[in-house]
Every structure is written in structure tokens, then in C-alpha cells.
């Protein structure tokens, strides 16, 4: 589980045509890897800036593949997408994170929110807001531990039916975060339709956010602007002191990334909780 394999895995896959990838037919490996139970789970901390306390987690798809190694969501996801399995996994996905994280309350573990990451497929087959809530009864966690992250694209992409559902499962009180902000078609006028109590800065304006003026200028209008909305703002991506030491001067809420914790699994971030470690 190194993260080399995972590198191998990016250019394995990513130098495929499609003729070869049929040939090697990972249809039928992603399907056999459902069956072996080859895919997994990690969890990424989210800190509250304001005490440095873990106050969430994001779960991140892993595929432990037999014979691959460890290889990045990036390269399956968008095959799974393709064939329609991300609707099984993503079904799996949510049901695990959720069971995972009534459990850390059960132990009594200060309760954390739970982000879940959702795909555009995901919401073509109309039933998302019964299978959210039909998880949440299954696992018993109660919604307001639930956070369901959704690119903004995803949101332009069928802006009527995606946002009347995302209303239907925000009255179950279940919350959103508008993922990889900054990087689709961004307009101001559409966030106010949206039931989405968090925007979260992608990575790629994080990353120069210390040396390269106009990503800290967009940064800080993203953030003057949600707040001004309403919203609370979550930057990801974050390594280096640098870069939270920016982000605290903005009052961003909250931040993830390796500076703290990269994804780890189950059990690593269950010591972590424990540890009750912060920022
Ligand atoms: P994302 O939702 O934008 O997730 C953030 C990505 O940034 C994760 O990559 C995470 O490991 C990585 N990351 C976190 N902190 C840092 C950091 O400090 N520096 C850098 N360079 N990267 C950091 P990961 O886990 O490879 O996931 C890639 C993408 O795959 C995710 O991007 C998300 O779009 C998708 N994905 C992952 N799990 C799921 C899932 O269960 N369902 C769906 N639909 N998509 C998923
Ligand atoms: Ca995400
Ligand atoms: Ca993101
Ligand atoms: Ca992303």
C-alpha cells in the first residue's frame, strides 16, 4: 500500500487506449473485484481551525486489487462510472462510512461528521434520497453526521433534477459540501438555490497559495464570498505551515490534508480519534 504502487497504477492505466483496456477488460476485474471485496476504504481527518480538533473525515475509495497493488480512485472511478457499477459502490461506500462512524460514536468517540463523496451517476438513477435515508436507518446514524460532497459540475451538469433532489435529501437533514470549488463554471447566482452549507477549496489553488499571488487572491474572494453567503469554507490540499498559516488569516473554517493526515484506514484513524491528537 505504498504510495509508488499507486503511481505505477496512474501511468498503468492512464497510457491505455481504449481498444487495450477492453482487451485487458477491467469490466470484468472491477466486477470480480467487487465479488473478492478488493475495495476499501480511507478516511482523511477534516480539523476545525478554531480548535484544532478533528471534526470530520472524509472516505476515500481505495481498490486493493490482487494484482495491480493499491490503485488510485482517479483511475477507476471514471470506468465505474462508464459501467454503471459506481451505483453498487457507491452504494457500499456509503453504508460503510456510515456504519463506521455510528461505531466511533458507540465507543464513545466525540461524534464526527462523516463526508461521503457522490458521482453524477449517482443521480440519474433518481433513487439517491431513499438510499441515503434507507442507510442511515440500516446503520442508525443520524443524519446531521452525515455530509454528502458533490463537484460543482455535477451540479451544472442536470442543474434542475440534481438540485430538486438535493433539496429531497436536505430535508432529512443530511448536509453538503460543493466539492473541487473553483474549478467548473463557477457562478455566484446558482450557489444561493443550492441547500449546501460548505464549500470546499480544491487543492490546486491550495497547493501555490504562498507563492503565486493571484491563487491567493482567488482563495481569499472564495472565502469572503461564502461567508458572505452564509457558507463555511473547508480548504483541501493543505501541506505545508505555509499554506494553514494563509488560510487561518482568511478565517477559513476548516482544512484536510497531509500536513496533518493523509486518507488512512479504519484502524490508523480510530487511533488517531483516540489520541484525541490536533493541529
Ligand atoms: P476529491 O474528492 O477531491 O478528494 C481529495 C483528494 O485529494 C483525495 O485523493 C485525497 O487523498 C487527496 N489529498 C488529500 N490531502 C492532500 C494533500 O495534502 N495533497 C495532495 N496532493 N492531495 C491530497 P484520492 O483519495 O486519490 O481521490 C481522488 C478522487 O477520487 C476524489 O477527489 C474523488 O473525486 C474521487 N473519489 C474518491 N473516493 C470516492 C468515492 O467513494 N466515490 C466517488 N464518487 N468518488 C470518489
Ligand atoms: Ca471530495
Ligand atoms: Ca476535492
Ligand atoms: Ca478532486
Known sequence: SSPDTDTICRFFFADMDEGSRRQLNLDTALRRALERNEFILHYQPQLDLSTGRIIGAEALLRWQSRDYGLVSPLNFIPLLEENGMINTIGEWVLQEACRLNRKWQDEGLPPLRMAVNLSARQFHGGDIPNIVKRTLEKTGLEPQWLELELTESIVLMDADKVIRTMHEISA??????????????????????????????????????????????????????????????????????????FLRGINCEEIQGYLFSRPLPADDFTLLLREGRSI
Open 172 to 245: 432529512e437533514g443530511i448536509g453538503f459540501a460543493l466539492d473541487d470549488f473553483g474549478t467548473g463554471y463557477s457562478s455566484l447566482s446558482y450557489l444561493q438555490r443550492l441547500p449546501v452549507a460548505r464549500i470546499k477549496i480544491d487543492k490546486s489553488f491550495v497547493a501555490n497559495l504562498t507563492s503565486n499571488p493571484s491563487d491567493a487572491a482567488i482563495v481569499r474572494a472564495v472565502v469572503g464570498m461564502a461567508h458572505s453567503l452564509g457558507l463555511k469554507v473547508i480548504a483541501e490540499g493543505v501541506e505545508t505551515e505555509g499554506q494553514l498559516g
